[in-house]
Every structure is written in C-alpha cells, then in structure tokens.
C-alpha cells in the first residue's frame, strides 16, 4: 500500500520477467512443434546399443537451441509440463514403434524423463495406456527416469502407481542418483529396475578419492539390491574402465556418443 515499505530487487524482478516470458514462448514452441527429442545411446561393455535416453530439445528461431535445464523447470512451475510431457510421451512410443520394424533397433529400451508433476498428475497412466495400445508398442520398451524428488512427498501413491505401470511391463530407473534427499530405506519399497549414477561423480571420478568412493558404493549397492546400474556423462576411456573394473557395465555419455536426432542415430545402429 501507499504508506507501507516496500523492497525492490531488481535481480529477482528480472528472474520473474525471465521466467513468465519463458513460459509464453515455451506455451507458442509447443504449439508450433518447434521442440524435438535427440536420443542418446546408453552401451554396455561388451560394445553393444543397450537403450536410448529421449532428450527434449528447444530451437527458438531467433534465440537459438534453449537448455531443457531452463526449460523444464518453467514448464513444472507453470504446469505446461502436463501437454509437454504427453507429446514426449506420444513422441517415444512413436520411436519405439518405428524401431521395432528396424532390424538393429528392434530390441532397444527407449528411457524418457518424468518429472514429479507430470508422473503426480491423474491421467498419467490412462495416459501412458492410450499410447501405448495405439502405437501397438511393447511396454517392455518403455523405461521411465524419475528422480529422488518424487520419494519425498506422498511415497504410498508414488509406490502404487510404480506398481500399476510395472505391471504393465515398463520399467523403471532412478535418475541422478545421490544428488537428492531420499532415504536410502525407500530403494527398497521402490519396484525399481535401475540406478543410474549422477554426472557430477562421474566427472571427476578418476581425480577425486571422494567420488571415487560414492560411485563405488552405488555400484555395490545396485549389486546387492538386485538392481542395474548405469552411468551418466561418461566422457572417457579411463572412466569406462574404472566404472568397468568397479563392475558397472552400462555407459552413457559424450565419450560413447551425444544427443542427436533420432534419424542420425538409427542410421548409424542399423547399417
Ligand atoms: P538428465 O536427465 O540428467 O540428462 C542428462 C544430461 O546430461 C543431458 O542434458 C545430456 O545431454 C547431458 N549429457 C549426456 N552425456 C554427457 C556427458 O558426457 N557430459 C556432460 N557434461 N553432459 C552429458 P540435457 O539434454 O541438457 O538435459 C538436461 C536435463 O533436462 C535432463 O537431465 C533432464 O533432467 C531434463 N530433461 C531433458 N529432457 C526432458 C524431458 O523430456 N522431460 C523432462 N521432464 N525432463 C527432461
Ligand atoms: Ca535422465
Ligand atoms: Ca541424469
Ligand atoms: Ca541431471
């Protein structure tokens, strides 16, 4: 009011200007089909294509590629994530489809990223249903990136619907493992198939006797749990080797591959 004091920042009006005038742009990109998912391939020891990871990409005509890590979380706070992740959803089982008459391509897992909002909402797996009887597509295909967060509130309806959906036959892993707040008692509860270790370990995993002991510790910990381990953002030989010799056996990263276009990538798995 007139009388009362009043604080401006500046920065902060900005990051809200920033963000509502994301969330338009991103409300007209879906529109306009102007978003694409890359896929990046995930390999295993033995040389061979395991699955992919669906990633979502923004080309803005003027401003150019915009980051799913700016993206995504305007799209959570705004609930634009709702139709965005439904045409993510639509997009992959269109994919697996497509894969499953490619000689090459016909046994690979397709993991697409979930987040809390999106998996929370109440037609998520009517949903995931729809598509996948429409595209006739195997729901063994299918595997769903979820994140720690989503074990922090409301753990019983998160356990339940990870049930129905593995039921169904998809599948699940936990993305960025270690990075979040869960308890280490919930991977038990959890019908989980896989971990997967965050990037920030694997980084310096060769250089830093910290890391190098975290990431060891999820791989052991996947090993007595019964659960697939595979790491993120590997970008070298030696890390390979290391996470190898750690008994890890599923890579994904720059050193194995980048995100690209799904054309590209099924040129090169099915010559
Ligand atoms: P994420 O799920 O942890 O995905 C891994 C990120 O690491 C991707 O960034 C990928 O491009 C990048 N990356 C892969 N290999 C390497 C490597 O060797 N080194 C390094 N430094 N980075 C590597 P990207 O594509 O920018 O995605 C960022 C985040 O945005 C994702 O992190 C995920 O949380 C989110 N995201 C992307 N697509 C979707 C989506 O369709 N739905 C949802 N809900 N989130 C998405
Ligand atoms: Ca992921
Ligand atoms: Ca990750
Ligand atoms: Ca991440």
Redesign the pocket.
């Known amino acids: 009011g007139r009388n009362s004091l009043r604080f401006f920042d500046p920065v902060m009006q900005l990051e809200i200007n920033r963000r509502s005038q994301l969330e338009r742009k991103l409300r007209d990109a879906i529109s306009l089909h102007q978003l694409e998912l890359y896929v ?1 391939p995930q390999i295993s020891s033995d040389h061979q294509y395991v699955g992919m990871e ?3 990409r923004w080309h803005d005509p003027v401003e150019g590629f915009i ?3 700016d993206f ?1 979380p305007v799209a959570e706070a705004s609930g634009l ?1 709702i139709p965005l ?1 439904d045409w ?1 959803l639509r997009k992959a089982c269109q994919i697996l489809a497509e894969w499953s008459k490619v000689s090459g391509m016909e046994n690979l897992t397709l993991s ?4 809390p909002r ?1 998996f929370r909402h109440l037609q998520f797996i009517d949903y995931i249903d729809s598509c996948l009887k429409e595209l006739e597509v195997n729901p063994n295909h299918l595997e769903l ?1 979820i994140t720690e967060s989503l074990l922090i509130e409301d753990i019983d309806q998160t356990i339940e619907r990870m049930n129905a959906l593995r039921q169904r036959g998809l599948r699940f892993s936990l ?2 493992f270690g990075t979040g707040y869960a308890s280490l008692s919930y991977l038990k509860l959890l019908p989980l198939n896989k971990l997967k270790i965050d ?1 920030s370990f694997v980084r310096d995993v060769l250089i830093d006797v910290n890391d190098e002991a975290i990431v060891s510790t999820i791989i052991a910990l996947g090993q007595s749990l019964d659960l697939a381990v595979i790491a ?4 070298t030989h030696e890390q390979a080797a290391l996470l190898e010799n750690f008994g890890c056996h599923v890579y ?3 050193y194995f591959g980048k ?1 690209a276009p799904v054309a590209e990538w099924q040129k090169i798995i099915s010559e």
């Not at 697409?112 to 987040?115: A, E, G, L, T």
């Not at 993120?232 to 970008?235: D, I, K, R, T, W």
Request: proline share 7%; glycine share 10%.
């Open positions: 990046q669906a990633l979502l980051s799913p890590a995504i994530i992740g993510v697409v990223n979930i987040s999106q990136e993305d960025d990037q993120e953002g590997v970008e994904q990263g720059y995100p």
